[in-house]
């Protein structure tokens, strides 16, 4: 194809396993060194910063200095969410890596999707947001309700003050690749799982993506989503 977007240049770059697995390894939302990055790859620092190189041109990552250290995020949330949708194309094709131990479970139940929850916990929130008529998603658009934004309010988020103050989608579908359906994303997401975190419902897991929920947390946050019992 000689004209129009050039997917293969978008698909050389992620393609390369070093380059996947930092991609990865940044959707976790945290800011990761060059150092970091070439030790989730399994690569030495100098292959590692000349893969970064790539992937800042390609508009991949972003790099932001602090004193005499260089720090990788993503370069926006567009990037997260295509990040998440080819895990999830891969896992529904069966194309899977499995690593036996006690991080696959956790990453499936409660995960951090480049800001915002996903997993099955991240699934059941968008599930019983629906639900309750929080968040109207007809034609496949998510869209906060009056009833929505009290519901909010009552957990402390002023959904008018996360309109206005980004650019981002308030709610956005983002697919789960776990749970193969949608969880929340935007910034609603993000004031979500943030709140989740402040209240000490949850902490992020040091070593991987994972969302570790106390006992406490976990039962606050069911009986703040709670699913309609299956006839």
Request: aromatic share 6%; glycine share 12%; with cysteine.
């Amino acid at each position: 194809m000689k004209e129009g977007p050039d997917i293969a240049q978008i698909g050389a770059l992620i393609g390369d396993p070093a380059r996947a697995n930092m991609l990865t390894a940044l959707m976790s939302g945290q800011a990761l060194t060059a150092t970091e990055l070439a030790g989730a790859a399994g690569i030495t620092l100098q292959t590692a910063s000349s893969h970064l190189a790539k992937l800042e041109a390609g508009g991949f990552v972003a790099q932001r200095k602090q004193g005499r250290h260089r720090y990788f995020t993503l370069a926006d949330a567009g990037v997260g969410r295509l990040i998440e949708s080819l895990m999830g194309f891969a896992a529904d094709r069966g194309h899977l890596r499995h690593r036996a131990g006690p991080k696959e479970p956790a990453l499936r139940k409660a995960r951090i999707c480049y800001d915002h929850l996903a997993g099955d916990f991240g699934v059941r929130m968008l599930d019983s947001l629906v639900a309750g008529g929080a968040i109207d998603a007809a034609d496949d658009r998510l869209v906060l309700t009056a009833a929505g934004e009290e519901r909010l309010a009552a957990f402390g988020i002023d959904a008018g003050q996360l309109k206005r103050s980004s650019r981002r989608p308030l709610c956005r579908s983002c697919l789960d690749w776990s749970e193969r359906r949608a969880h929340l994303a935007g910034t609603l997401g993000k004031a979500l799982l943030d709140g989740f975190i402040e209240r000490g419902w949850a902490r992020r897991s040091a070593e991987s993506r994972a969302i570790a929920f106390s006992q406490q947390g976990e039962r606050q946050f069911l009986a703040l989503f709670p699913l309609a019992e299956a006839a």
